[in-house]
């Protein structure tokens, strides 16, 4: 397997039944990562706990760095081309606003979001492309027993933006950093990225700017999958996560300078989906989400 050929540890293959659609694979057990940067998170300053949870990150980065190295073959990794970005995130009004809210947009509305959505996209697409995990969350990063960080949920590994994975691993939609905290690890990325790969030079601004604006498509995304999730498919404990979300959301359209179409959906959001939250029983005030995690 291509991750495997660079270092990087997911599940083995022990067998394989193509008749049936069933593989045999390796097992990992249960210990998350999620439980251990959590407890970093609500550990004081300096404590065991949170050096710990900072190494973990660290090991996760190095994680991330072999997986970016892996070769982007195209027979085995599709594009994350600009149809599936803007197909990602039809689902925010398909799913979040249309079956979960019940709001009907107008066309100026419409209008709105596919010029969001655009500059999102044209930004995605200007970044180097590196493969990408997609999900590359505490969830899905496994504690083995030997020490090494374990891979799984890698099915939908695409080539694309250099940043996604990154903000998908510090911009948790299961656990928040401190702002600070997230970019000074960005920034400490970048460092990493320019001594073990090849790549031209980007400014510590740029980066940012990237990071933030992928992790918007990626959090806009987002609410339409766990709304489609809860609603489709019965897993409902998606829903209390959406409050992070949107605060991840908000922050980069609040915050981002130069980018009117950014803070025009944050208008737009305050004034028009806001005042239709609390009534949802998944609900607890966004701007607060994340920050007491118990």
């Known amino acids: 397997m291509a991750f495997q050929r660079h270092g990087v540890t997911t599940p083995k293959i022990l067998a394989v039944d193509f008749a049936k659609g069933f593989f045999l694979l390796e ?15 609500l550990a004081e300053e300096n404590s065991p706990a949170r050096l710990s949870a900072a190494n973990y990150y ?4 190095s994680v991330l760095l ?19 970005l803007q197909g990602e995130m039809d689902l925010f009004a398909e799913w979040f606003l249309g079956q ?31 493969v990408v995990h997609r999900d590359y969350h505490s969830r899905n990063l496994m504690l083995l ?20 994975d990154l903000v998908s691993l510090l911009k948790d939609c299961y656990l928040r950093l401190p702002r ?27 980066f940012i700017r990237w990071f933030d604006l992928i992790g918007l ?7 339409g999958i766990f709304a489609r999730l809860a609603l489709r498919d019965g897993k409902r404990g998606y829903l209390k996560d959406l409050p ?14 130069g980018i009117d179409e950014g803070r025009a959906f944050y208008d737009w959001f305050i004034e028009r989906i806001e005042p239709l939250l609390p009534a949802q029983d998944w609900y607890s005030d966004w701007r607060c989400a994340g920050d007491n995690p118990l």
């Not at 097992?27 to 998170?41: K, S």
């Open 244 to 257: 992070l979300v949107i605060r991840y959301s908000l922050e980069v359209c609040a915050m981002t300078e």
């Open 145 to 164: 027993e030997d020490g090494a960080l374990g891979v799984i949920d890698f099915q939908d590994a695409v080539v694309g933006p250099l940043t996604y």
């Open 180 to 206: 600070q905290q997230v970019v000074d690890r960005a920034l400490d990325f970048k460092k990493r990225l320019v001594t073990e790969l090849p790549m031209d030079s980007i400014s510590d601004e740029q």
């Open 58 to 61: 660290q090991q996760a980065e």
């Open 27 to 41: 097992d990992f057990g249960h210990q998350l990562l999620h439980p251990e940067l959590l407890a970093g998170t």
């Open 217 to 223: 498509q990626r959090h806009i995304k987002v609410m």
């Open 100 to 130: 979960l809210l019940g709001v009907t947009l107008s066309d100026q509305e419409r209008s709105m979001l596919n010029r969001l959505f655009s500059h999102l996209i044209d930004s995605a697409v200007r970044q180097p492309q590196v």
């Open 66 to 84: 072999d997986i970016q190295a892996v070769e982007p073959e195209a027979k085995v990794f599709a594009p994350y081309d600009m149809s599936r």
